[in-house]
């Protein structure tokens, strides 16, 4: 027996509680809806103040693609409105405690407002199927969710490691600033249900109320949320610049082929005619607009003119090479490679005339040497030797370390190889540190 009393007020007791915790009936909604709708004849076209405050907070989805050639950034998400209409407040214990009610957007007053970037529909934003919420202090919130295309003008000087800004600009429509104004709501941008992009990082965001003055003078309330966003560069270091960069490595090879392999000329053109079909593959992912041109494909350009002189001076060495030998070497030009150009990149080796810059001719060490052990020999003699070597240099023999157009070419090959090391690095360093600190 006590066990059946303890029972059944238990169940009284949990009937109790529900039902106050519930508080809904069909019943008490219908006579509540009446009561608003009906009786006080509520006007849907009646602002519910002189001004009205609509706080508004927009909750990001997805990221659903940020077009560059079209200058389009697409979002998925909804807004959150809230504003008081007063008309709809009531008591609740007069209606057996409900304390929310449902509408669609043409039973109760709801501002006019509308994406003014938007490129996809200009309208106002409309959900018949959205309901809104009202509590019993006449607050309303309404969330019409959608997918919303608007302009964003995107710079892509330092692509693939671009930053962009895309906003989200709402503004009241048809209404001024007075009579109604927007602000926002919480921080103004909510990622609760956000999933991450897979070719976008989102860095930085925020909102800005600002206020909008058209044709006629008047003002509008307007909301503005950015969106920062950085691009994930991993895809394109290993699929666009990794290729380019060891395809530039490549073009300067060129040089450092022997001659006389009979390859020089077919590897430089191999070279730059897979840089051109590693371009046209590459084409398609670099983003094209007339508006800002990329660092990168000034880099590209500067890589694939080097391939193509690379071809034009080959050419020139291996005519050089292969010329004849009987064919004599200009006095002028002997000196600027065997003096000059020789020395600087120490051609057969650095020895001391290198070091020294003192020209001095084994015969002329031979002399010296003869002339510590002879220092009896006539000054005679000494003027016959003088003007035997000049007669056999003005005749054009050539002296023991006289070179050759062959030694001329090899001496091009070393010049043209570390002057292209040299500008690979430097242009490759110059825009890769150019790219981090616009990052940075």
Known sequence: MPVTKLSG????????????????????????????FEEKRYDVNVRPNSHVLVSVMF?????????????????????????????LAWNTSEYGDVQFLFATQTDVWKPALVISNSIDDFEVIRDLYAPLRIDSKGTLVWEPPGI?????????????????????????????LIEVNLTALYNGISFREFKPNGEWNLEDNR????????????????????????????????????????????????????????????YSLTVLLSFAVLLTLIADKIPSTS?????????????????????????FVLDLYFMDETQPISNWLMMLFRDILGRMVCYKGCRSPCRSGTDVHPTQLTDLQEKKSTERKSSTIKRETFKRESSLHHLGINRKDDLTWKDIANILDIIFFRMYCFIIVTVTVGFLTAAYNHIG
């Open 148 to 176: 919303y295309q608007v302009n964003c003008q995107a710079d892509i000087k330092f692509y693939p490691f671009d930053e962009q800004e895309c906003h989200i600009t709402l503004q009241s429509w048809g209404y001024n």
């Open 59 to 87: 909750n990001l989805l997805a990221i659903n693609e940020l077009n560059i050639r079209e200058q389009k950034f697409s979002v998925s998400g909804w807004f959150t409105m809230r504003w008081t209409d007063r008309r």
């Open 207 to 266: 909102t800005e109320s600002l206020t909008a003055v058209d044709a006629k003078g008047d003002s509008n309330g307007r909301l503005i949320f950015f969106f920062k966003l950085t691009r994930k560069s991993q895809y394109y270091w290993l699929n666009v610049l990794l290729p380019v960069i060891v395809n530039s490595v490549l073009t300067a090879l060129v040089f450092a082929l022997p001659a006389e392999s009979g390859e020089k000329m077919g």
């Open 9 to 36: 007020f238990l169940v009284l007791l949990v009937s109790c509680t529900y039902k106050g915790t519930l508080g809904f009936t069909i019943g008490n909604e219908t006579a509540l809806r009446n009561s608003i």
């Open 291 to 315: 508006l800002t041109t990329p660092v990168i494909v000034v880099y590209f350009s500067i890589v694939l003119v080097m391939g193509a002189l690379a071809v034009l001076l080959s050419t």
